[in-house]
């Protein structure tokens, strides 16, 4: 069956430090692999997505993302933290049709 | 444009009563999706429209839950009677145009709580 396991609840960085966020997905086949964040009281945004083009995804906000097949991972990176990057963290995986999968979500604290 | 919009942003009502919640989707999109997000369970895909059709809602908790699409600007999602369990936040996303999952737009959700 197809998951998305978010591997950390909490991650906790400092102000201008790097952040990661790990996301592992299993699946039958290669699917669409996105980032969404949601802050308090708001609906979820697309951070970036992946849909079999370059591997390295680039998106809003300093965002990046990977994706390695070989380890099944599509982890979520920035350089350097912003108080404003304080939220929550969404991997999701589409299978196709719409079989969309939310992973658990990562809540990363910034700390001044 | 204005993004997805939902109203009300709060409802709080008394067990039993009729809740109707409302979205418009980005124009052009069609695609649309009704979420709910609760502590307990995460985000729980209800139901997803495609111009206008339902085309699954095996997430409808059961059979007080209803969702129409009347036209390609409006969507509601009914809860009648409802009950404290409900008390969660709704969502409404759509997606589009076309097939592939380019990623949604969501809205800012309506907190609803039962009482």
């Known amino acids: 069956a197809q998951s998305v396991t978010q591997l950390d609840s909490h991650v906790s960085v400092s102000e201008g430090t790097p952040v990661l966020l790990r996301c592992n997905y299993s699946?039958?086949?290669?699917?669409?692999l996105f980032w969404y964040v949601q802050h308090p009281n708001k609906g979820l945004q697309l951070l970036l997505k992946?849909?079999?083009?370059?591997?390295l995804v680039k998106g809003i906000n300093g965002f990046e993302a990977e994706f390695k097949k070989s380890e099944t991972s599509f982890h979520l990176t920035k350089p350097s933290a912003h108080m404003s990057d304080a939220a929550e963290y969404f991997c999701?995986?589409?299978?196709?049709?719409?079989?969309?999968?939310f992973g658990a979500g990562t809540r990363l604290f910034v700390k001044a | 444009d204005a993004g997805v919009i939902q109203s009300p942003r709060h409802e709080v009502t008394e067990m039993g009563q009729e809740v109707t919640l409302r979205c418009k989707p980005i124009?052009?999109?069609?695609?649309l999706f009704w979420y709910r997000q609760t502590m307990m369970r995460g985000l729980e895909l209800l139901i997803y429209?495609?111009?206008?059709?339902?085309?699954?809602d095996s997430g409808m908790p059961e059979d007080r839950f209803s969702a129409k699409m009347p036209n390609a600007s409006f969507s509601t999602l009914k809860i009648q009677p409802s009950e404290p369990r409900d008390s969660a936040v709704y969502f409404c996303?759509?997606?589009?145009?076309?097939?592939?999952?380019?990623?949604?737009?969501f809205g800012s959700g309506t907190r609803l709580t039962v009482v």
């Open positions: 429209f495609n111009n206008n059709v339902p085309i699954d």
């Open positions: 699946s039958s086949y290669s699917p669409s």
């Open positions: 992946y849909t079999s083009a370059a591997t």
């Open positions: 996303a759509s997606s589009g145009p076309g097939q592939g999952n380019y990623g949604y737009t």
């Open positions: 999701v995986a589409d299978t196709g049709g719409f079989k969309t999968i």
């Open positions: 124009s052009g999109h069609d695609y």
